[in-house]
């Protein structure tokens, strides 16, 4: 057939380096940027493939995220604007680990097992990041796509690519598939929210951003006119002179625990900070000392659960809301959301299409990272529930008036994954509509000083974990060493794990003192040997 004479001699132009083996992690292929021209070429080809199979638009997100700058990566999107299925991550590792001479018969062998049809059009949105390599990468994913559909969005964050194949898949009934209908759909909730908080200072409406020099820092800036300076944003490493994710960004703030280089704060100033994608955002700001407190995803997921529960109960609408968090949760704020707040509390394993998934159980599924990628899912009888029920004018004026905030919060919120910009109105609505500083916010509950680090080891495959990644099975010893530290302290819990994205095991402690330090090395050492 014609097309497969054209994706042999379309990918001698992207050849495989012989041997090289990567695979399709928690978020994609990422590595490199300069092993990866092969892998983009095939995920053009899958993607087309997935199309046709969904008959739907199909996306795919050059970025290498909060990654350094010399690293890229791929990742596609399914129909409803989530992470593909899990089935065909194991078909995009086949294809891209495919020796040059046997690329095609990895092709045909996907074809023939979702029995495919070649005729069906498809359609592949392409999206990418501000990395040096993102240009000829993502030009090399649409040698994949090629003549079947393509559309190339250019540089969008990756929440922003998520959300447009979403609109388009769903007949614009989410949005409209651009860049600008997302600022207007946001926007508008943004000011529907704020409009009636009385006497919004300029102070309450100041907000320092880290753009992590990144796409983040680019899209904000459009997003900002139709924003109507309901927020007034001062917006550092923008990407005009630093390197992308270097020494800022919500990585570096949330593992380092410390403000970005090049953000101007002072005393009590509410300051966030994005990732290189802008899926993650964390808060913060410096105490009076000049003591830095920062408010991550377990924050931020406890302070939009407060938030839709009261709303809930003034509605009277009687909707099962949870949060899913993971390993990497404070072991305060679990506390504080099961005991003082009483809502449902589940734990997944790292990477968002765990927590995505167990967020969809629920009416209402506030998921967030501890590193800060989350949202929130409203289930299709909860926002029909929540729109009846702004709708309606017999009903009384509070119940009304909550309803309609609720009914603006699900505009505002980006479903189909997590987005720092999205996130990041919905936090300053929430602290306007509660006239609450962000003191007040942290405040709600003390993190216990907790440490991350990482280890190099010689295979970190040999440790696998259960308990959605709280306990491990192998090897024989381990869990039984890490129980007889971490019994030693108060309040104390620790876990280790493979990470999923790059070739390290992460190793986590908490307890009530910073003794969690002591904790975290001693394991380091244990690891090590
Ligand atoms: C990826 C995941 C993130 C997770 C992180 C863990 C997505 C979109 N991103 O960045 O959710 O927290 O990996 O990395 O799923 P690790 O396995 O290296 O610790
Ligand atoms: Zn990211």
Not at 309 to 329: M, P, R, S
Request: charged fraction near 25%.
């Amino acid at each position: 057939m014609a097309q497969f004479e054209e994706v042999s001699q379309k990918s001698a132009v992207h050849p495989k380096p012989v041997g090289l083996v990567l695979q399709y992690g928690t978020a994609g292929f990422r590595t490199n940027s300069k092993q990866l021209d092969h892998v983009m070429f095939r995920m053009g080809l899958l993607a087309t493939l997935r199309s046709k199979k969904t008959k739907a638009t199909i996306g795919v997100m050059v970025t290498a995220s909060h990654n350094p700058e010399e690293d890229n990566g791929v990742k596609l999107v399914d129909p409803m604007g989530e992470m593909v299925t899990p089935a065909w991550e194991v078909y995009a590792t086949q294809l891209a680990n495919a020796e040059q001479e046997e690329l095609l018969t990895a092709l045909k062998d996907v074809i023939e097992r979702e029995a495919i049809s070649m005729a069906q059009e498809a359609s592949v949105f392409v999206g990418k990041d501000t990395r040096p390599s993102s240009d000829s990468l993502s030009q090399a994913v649409l040698d994949g796509v090629h003549a079947l559909g393509g559309h190339n969005y250019g540089l969008v964050t990756t929440p922003q690519l998520h959300y447009m194949v979403c609109c388009q898949n769903t007949q614009g009934r989410y949005g409209e598939a651009t860049v600008k209908g997302y600022y207007r759909k946001l926007s508008q909730a943004f000011i529907q929210l704020t409009k009636n908080v009385p006497n919004r200072t300029d102070d309450q409406k100041a907000l320092l951003v880290d753009g992590a020099n990144g796409i983040g820092a680019l899209k904000v800036c459009e997003m900002e006119t139709y924003l109507k300076n309901e927020l007034q944003l001062s917006l550092f490493n923008d990407g005009s002179s630093g390197k992308l994710n270097h020494l800022c960004g919500a990585d570096y703030v949330k593992v380092q625990q410390r403000a970005p280089k090049g953000v101007e704060m002072t005393a009590g100033e509410r300051c966030c900070s994005y990732d290189g994608d802008a899926d993650r955002i964390v808060y913060y700001y410096s105490g009076s000392a000049g003591r830095f407190h920062l408010l991550d995803g377990d924050k931020i997921a406890t302070l939009i659960s407060t938030y839709l529960k009261e709303l809930l109960t003034q509605a009277g609408l009687d909707l099962q809301i949870a949060v899913v968090q993971t390993a990497y949760a404070n072991g305060s704020s679990t506390q504080y959301l099961e005991d003082t707040m009483k809502v449902i509390v589940r734990c997944t394993k790292t990477g968002v299409k765990h927590l995505h998934h167990a967020a969809q159980e629920f009416d209402i599924g506030v998921y967030f990272e501890a590193n800060g990628h989350g949202t929130v899912l409203f289930s299709k009888a909860a926002e029909e529930k929540i729109q009846k029920l702004a709708q309606d004018s017999n009903t009384n004026d509070e119940r009304r008036r909550a309803a309609l905030l609720l009914q603006n919060t699900v505009n505002l919120i980006n479903q189909t994954v997590g987005d720092a910009i999205s996130d990041m109105l919905l936090i300053e609505a929430v602290l306007a509509i509660r006239g609450m500083t962000v003191q007040q916010w942290d405040a709600i509950y003390t993190d216990l000083p907790n440490r991350q680090l990482k280890v190099k080891v010689a295979d970190r495959r040999v440790i696998d974990t259960t308990d959605a990644e709280r306990r491990t099975v192998s090897p024989a010893g381990l869990q039984e060493a890490i129980d007889s530290r971490v019994k030693k302290y108060r309040r104390a819990r620790s876990f280790v794990r493979p990470s999923g994205t790059e070739d390290v095991v992460r190793v986590y402690a908490e307890a009530d003192t910073q003794l969690a330090w002591q904790c975290t090395a001693s394991l380091e050492d244990l690891m090590k040997n």
